[in-house]
């Protein structure tokens, strides 16, 4: 899908020490290195539900560095939409050499699908309307820049945070918080000097919710900097309404009364595949969608390890089927 | 609660350079500098819905390294219980000080508050029974510490993961894989070998449900390693019915008139509070439970910040009320 | 409850000659004529389902009218309240006397005491807060002088039409339409205007919410028409997302902060008992609610009247019991 | 649709003085004469949900009346389907000219609306078998010829009451009611006597479930009457099981058996579009159904009125587009 | 509860010979003694759910004609109440001599406990109006007595069968049938009759919804048969509406008005517990119940035997615990 | 369907005399002699919902031994589909012939079809893969026969009971119980002892849920017997997870593992046709179903039955439509 030149994605060092590992897997490593035991086994990963797979190249820089050369992997394409219960990842390696990085492959998959299929949703939503990832500031910062990366393998045009946007090769996309509306005290003079610093390629949105309703704030901004406004922002808050669909077509109204047909309609605050389909049947002109939390905070994907195989003979623990599951979509990747 | 000597938290270089954050807030400081504005503002934050609040000594390291002297911040203390929409973090200092951080520190408090209130759930829901920690393998390496330790401050007696029983002070904890018995072909064998090679503060803690009923598995290794044995551990896959009162009744059971009363009987695989209250009403005696995502996929609970003066002047963006709130709860931790 | 010293009631002619009858009553009447056939009757008139009583007075009126002077007509009061199916009217006297008055008796009966009921549950839930019956625009203009009446006999304490205030005998009650604040350009304009023109005992409460947000306005007016300022009324349509609890307390907030405590808000729009319960459990400080359709869309309570003894005889059609049905709280009204 | 020939309407003295207005409207054009302001303004009225228009000719009355002659109306006709939120109305007109008939207006279209949709949603359920509009007796007196010609405008093929069924232009229609039966002491017996008295044009239909069950009491009224017996009406109390779609074959088969094949029934009491679906369902040989409360105890459709224009400027409220909204359904009735 | 003198049940030739039981059974004891194997075992038996015990005199008398004499049997005692999974029945016998009854003394319990278990809801459900059990037409004639008989276990005070009242010991019960009245086409003469042969000491009950309304039916009987009448039995169709609570208040008041205070109501028809609890809550003067289908129809309660001792030593099943269940209400009865 | 050669019901003594029957039906006939009443009559019966009509052979051979030579019987046939409430026998004969059997045919009528009714929709879920009565231990052994027999006519291939089996003409059907397992002490050696002692057509199919996990008991009795076990059979309990779709699969691949495909798999213990529906979605290789309580434990369908001509007159009690009820499926069968 995308080309792998250099390693996008850096393995922290207590990754690869396998300090992030669930402790049994060491004293796992620990036994079978003391029994001399180091069977070629083959392991197979599927996930829970379905979904869009993502950090699949992020385990396979992981495999790349942690296998022996006798190692071989076969796995489905970072994006790809996998099936409840297909296989997604199949290792063939010694035991001893990725017995402790189970935790870590299986958590990268879990959460970056998770996020990418929340996103995904979102988009098909949308249909032909851009859908920018919001959810920073729901999340850890140190898993900011891998979230904003789902979300873009799961469809999303761009991201808010910087990490975010540079990993996944987007520009980094916003406007401008209340806190500038609320120190330079209006959203007119908020606005001019954000146009007057930012260079030109920055898109000049305007939050037009802080401190007046959003129809006459969008028609003072709109008239403050003409042509040079590409949109507004609506957030209103719960407290206010949130925007609704009215609101939408209302504002859209005004501006083209107002002789601002230019002026794009940004909408954020509490969307979801739900709201974003209420506003798509309503017909409310949105030009894009912010989205947060329903994408940032979106259940991880567990996906589940077993082995299949010890030295060739099919096996299996208990509820499980002995032998390599057969899927022809899987492709050898190392 | 718990001394803060030295900084127990990292803060990563692109957390404090302000590259996790949402671009906007750079912008935002950006145009407050050319402008020359950099009131004192005061910022509060507060939860979406109430649960444990996590994440905030993590942040206080942060605003410790990031604002100058004459901030001040109150906040609620790590692990208190907030209810929803309560202010549990005030900030007051210049505006440009601490402008980029928004999107950090709401993330922490989100992501960890998520955490430690599932934790909470599992722990009151068991009572005396202690719970371990098993989640990491369900969400990504990076934050798997963090996590661990929210579970921990949400009240989990151990974890499984040993960056995060280490970031917790507590001691990591786990038994065996299905891989270990898997690769040696027998449980007891397996056992045997744990017993041989671990040292001894390990506890001897067998996995049952491999290959053999778990009933007949457990009188196996008792009767292999006697009183060396610690426990067992139940994780009888959904494919075999999932692990059930009974079947914890039975196996203690049959331990008991095998002569093996001290073995203790941990179960996994799929544990939640509703579960756990299962167990408790029908009197299975579990003595502790592994809980994974229930926790480790728990969602964030949404933070939110708020300005609320400026220049000592009371201000607030529609929808919210201008000045400080009340909360008497708050203490002045900077 | 209260004195009935003129006529309080107009009987229409149209109602008195039975041209607002079923016609099969006229019919019933003609052929007893015809017959010879006028036993002494008793009817017995019962609600489908309880609630406040209300029509009473104007059936009263009706009969007075109607039967000869050896009539027995026992009553409940109006405004108490009746359980379901309880014998709420008795009327004894020949049958060809008031034959023509059953739909016209169970018909004032029937709406009066739906609209007084649906007023009583918005009293009930607004405990010490007056509610306006604002529903006269729902329902034909022939009515509204009935609807209102009854809305204050369910508990009301005003009504907003000239001819229920009226009759009820309250003030009529309001403050001013959206028109006015259209047609003058300014909210302030226009409640100045107000302020100019009307006499002094007619309380100044401005409509905050036409072209600004609630709270930017209510601020506003209150600068400029201080002391003399009673109110604001908030009446935010839908499609802005209806005046909340929220908005309540920050608009009481911000007029406090402004120093102008006196000034009382008025709610509207949608309110029901339910939406009065939410803003009385979220402590919004509410000074009087307007009701609308509640009240006047409120369904009729249907009556039914049966005859339950002919010349002293009990009879009764099948499903009834024949005989007087004991009710003491019945007293002698004619 | 139909003919407006002499005015159909009268507008009550009360409603053109305004005395049945809200009094805000009344203070609202003093105002705007005390201030010398009367601008030409579009006012335009639509429904809060979809349904059958009514109400429509009175209000070109009361408008044909009030308004000045430079005033432009434009309206959708009388018994048309309307969207929901579609604009039925629009008026041009001096502001001061018709300020006080906004309640009247409003009021005449929702409660007749109301009434027009419930009766259309009867007869469309019924299909070819006849609806005749019972209702006179749950709702007040002054509103029943409304009730009735609203019924009619709706779809039903008769009404109760003499004065709706005079203004619908329908003739009223009816039957006995069980006082007839009770006072005469027989049904057969006030059949006879009904059908001794009654102008010959009158259907002699009798009422069958008085006294005794209805299958028998329908045989002894035909064999009674023979030829001259048009109907029976079943109305079986709640207490006795009400009509079911069992009791309509059943007295049918007796009937036909009997020899009276052409002998109707009857079917009231509770009568909905769900009663009558079921009816319909179960292949009863109903040949009319009498529908009281479903019809005049309905809710009344809502309507809203806007200012759109202000001396031909686009102008509106806060949630609404300034501007006149296009509708190509409405015609030029003023 | 009650003495045991003869045989009261008598075991058919065919359960003894092991033809109704599971084929498997008869090969489990065939193999058993080719194998030449027959240890003293210890089963325990147990209901899937909790209710009234049922079935156990019979299944005794089956023991006791079945066992050898060093056979142990205890049980709870006919007519207890038995909790969920409770043991029930432990027999400690050499295998090879009861192995074949497991199908017939688990379908005995079964049955019965299902039939007593619905007929002790009704009875509490009645209080102290007495039930008669009328269900014998809805099951196979061959299990007719066993179901009145544990419809008495369950409480009902008598029962329509005559094989059933017998082995009961309580008096059989019943009216009159439709077909008596339509034979004799009328109600009244059909009741004549029944008074002119039915021998004194059988109740007069007239069953009077055949032809006429049952409040008119109710006084032409009374009229008829004066003193010598002792009730009247309501039975009303569904197509009717089912005897309902203001039904019987009616005919009782008619009856009372009538003169005929003695005359009760006895209802059947679709009566469970449900409707009884309906009865009694609206004050409806029911003298007495018949149930039918409720109880004969009612699902058995699944009994299920383990081996918990071989030889006196524990063992059992995957899912159970071997060796004897405490029971302490269990009582040694063979 | 099947030949009728001699009488394949045994009807009971206590069935002939009329002893099972409602004693008012006995009295009912005892009426009509005393009146010297006897008209032919006759009688409809029809079902109270659509299912298997079963039940029918056994009621013509009790009317065949009850009705005098005038007789006329038509019905429909043992096992055909019936509508809800059509006529499914008619019996024109003199009324003291058959009064007392009303009880009877009813009786037999309701218990089978409930039971047929239940199997064939067990059979509808299964498609071609046969369904075993497996319930015969949730009835009472005096019953077990007919349900039996009444599962086979509503599609089961073959029963588990003696006595069922010979009835239906099928081969009785079962493997082994637990409790051989257990007094034999291991799986294996309980299957060779049943392979030894039983005759060469009795099918070799082993219970392999008692000791050990199914999987490896499935192969080691696979292993011990080879060509010659025909099969096995799960019937986990639900203390540990019942069958489910998973466990079938595993069992089957790990016998073609193993190389033993031939030995097919029957699955019992909570079957219905939901899960049967559930086991073929998931695509499980069910060989055979044994199904229980669903089909035994089925709620009789009440049948009903009325006169509806005395002497050729048509006639019925309320509720009814006089006359015979036109059905052209019946057919002549007496």
């Known amino acids: 899908m995308r080309p792998m030149a250099q ?26 290195r003391a029994e001399g035991v180091n069977p070629i086994v083959t392991m197979e990963v599927f996930p829970s539900r379905e979904g869009v797979l993502c950090g699949m190249e992020e385990v396979q820089e992981l495999l790349r560095q942690a296998l022996p050369p006798q190692r071989k992997v076969w796995a489905l394409a970072e994006g790809e939409w996998m099936r409840r219960k297909e296989v997604a990842l199949r290792i063939t390696a010694p035991a001893q050499s990725f017995g402790v990085y189970e935790t870590a492959y299986l958590g990268m998959l879990s959460h970056s699908s998770g996020w990418a299929t929340a996103a995904r949703e979102c988009v098909e939503a949308a249909g032909d309307i851009p859908i920018i990832s919001f959810g920073a500031r729901h999340i850890h910062p140190r898993v900011v820049a891998i979230m904003d990366y789902a979300a873009t393998v799961g469809g999303c045009a761009s991201a808010s945070s910087v990490v975010g946007a540079r990993l996944a090769g987007v520009p980094a996309s916003g406007t401008m918080p209340h806190a500038l509306v609320i120190c330079l005290g209006d959203t007119v003079r908020a606005t001019a000097a954000f146009d007057k610093h930012m260079p030109p390629e920055v898109p000049r949105i305007s939050l037009v919710d802080t401190f007046k309703d959003e129809a006459e704030e969008s028609l003072r901004v709109a008239q403050a900097l003409g042509k040079r406004l590409q949109g507004v922002r609506l957030d209103t808050p719960a407290e206010r309404g949130r925007v609704t669909p009215e609101l939408v077509k209302e504002v859209r109204a005004r501006l083209d009364q107002g002789g601002f047909p230019w002026v794009q309609i940004v909408v954020s605050g509490g969307i979801d595949p739900e709201r974003i389909r209420l506003f798509k049947e309503s017909g409310a002109p949105v030009d894009a969608y912010g989205v947060g939390s329903y994408i940032s905070g979106a259940r991880p994907i567990d996906f589940t390890a077993d082995l299949h195989e010890v030295e060739g003979r099919p096996v299996a623990k208990r509820g499980r089927i002995p032998g390599q599951t057969p899927n022809p979509r899987l492709k050898r990747v190392l």
Request: no cysteine.
């Open 7 to 32: 390693p996008k994605f850096i393995i922290p060092a207590e990754v690869l020490s396998g300090e992030t590992a669930d402790i049994y897997f060491l004293r796992y490593v620990d036994i079978l």
